[in-house]
């Protein structure tokens, strides 16, 4: 930390760290922020000193020392019974034990902003407070109720007519349905993985993203190979087929392509599986033969590498 010269009073101090802060120099504005706490008579004085040495000492590493100075910060908000300050502190502390990867702390932090917003009527804030929640819960693997989190996440953007967040709620939402569907399937709780991959389905419709329908179609088909109903995985593999490649004659990026061709490629072999296990051989060779040319493709002529094969064979 530089030993620069204490200015005369609270704000000049402050207004000098969060210059300093604004640009990046944050040894330099802890410096600034350490000598206006030294200044603080009132408690949004110290208040402003512990939040902002906080969070520069969070962006810096110190997270222990961070952690001090925000729960110093949130002790002050409770006292004087300042939701707005005590929302703000709880989010400062989650995403602090978040960058300490320590989610199951963080969710109690983001639980009681949720709260705080709600007693404030801040939608913008209880929008943001479960878009976080949500995220970690599906860190924790706690799916179900980042599922719950990221609806509520959707209403309250829908609400707030925040059109970009509402893009990102429906992405979180997406991804934990999932991932709850893909643990319901390795459960051999079949059904139950049907009706979530079923949902993603309907949100990539909704959405138009053929891309996320593609995938959540190709879930849908596993979960009726692994359920052992060949036939009922046609049609949606045939509808994750038919995305995969309607997404590469699109113009996209080169990452797109890559995952709709690898969509394509996957597809296939999971219908030369099903063809197999119907006895409908010229059809299932077909299917076989177009992973493999999508192989040659690809590869060198050495390169021996297949699909990974998302169902057992039996």
């Known amino acids: 930390i530089p030993n620069v010269k204490p200015l005369p009073s609270f704000d000049d101090n402050l207004d000098r ?62 006292k004087n019974g300042d939701k707005i300050s005590a929302s703000e502190a709880h989010e400062n502390l989650a995403t602090v034990y978040t960058k300490m990867k320590n989610p199951s702390v963080a969710v109690r932090h983001y639980e ?42 959707l209403d309250s953007a829908r609400r707030n007519r925040n059109v970009n967040e509402e893009i990102i709620a429906l992405q979180r939402l997406v991804k934990a349905l999932e991932r ?11 059904s139950k993985a049907l009706e979530y991959h079923t949902l993603v389905c309907d949100i990539a419709v909704e959405t ?12 849908v088909a596993l979960d009726y190979l692994s359920w052992g109903r060949h036939d009922s995985a046609l049609e949606p ?49 077909k ?5 493999l040319g999508m192989i040659a493709e690809d590869d060198p002529p050495s390169s021996s590498r297949a699909p990974q094969e998302a169902v057992a064979h039996s």
């Open 17 to 78: 760290g969060i210059a300093a802060f604004q640009r990046k120099e944050y040894p330099t504005a802890v410096a600034y922020f350490r000598h206006a706490l030294k200044k603080a008579k009132q408690p949004d004085e110290y208040s402003d000193a512990y939040g902002n040495l906080g969070t520069v000492l969070m962006l810096l590493g110190d997270y222990e020392n961070a952690l001090i100075f925000h729960a110093r910060d949130l002790v002050i908000a409770e």
């Open 112 to 153: 009681k902003r949720v709260e705080l917003a709600k007693e404030t009527l801040d939608e913008k804030v209880l929008t943001n407070a479960y878009r976080k929640l949500g995220e970690c819960y599906f860190e924790l693997g706690s799916y179900l109720q980042a599922i719950e989190t990221h609806k509520k996440h």
């Open 180 to 190: 709850q569907g893909t643990l319901c399937r390795a459960k051999k709780k079949f």
């Open 208 to 219: 138009s993203d053929p891309m996320t329908e593609g995938r959540g179609a190709f879930h």
């Open 237 to 285: 593999l045939s509808r994750a087929l038919l995305r995969a490649r309607e997404i590469q004659t699109q113009t996209g990026s080169v990452a797109t392509l890559i995952i709709a061709s690898q969509l394509e490629m996957e597809t296939l072999f999971q219908l030369g599986y099903s063809f197999l296990r119907q006895r409908e051989w010229e059809r299932s060779v």
């Open 287 to 291: 299917c076989y033969a177009g992973v």
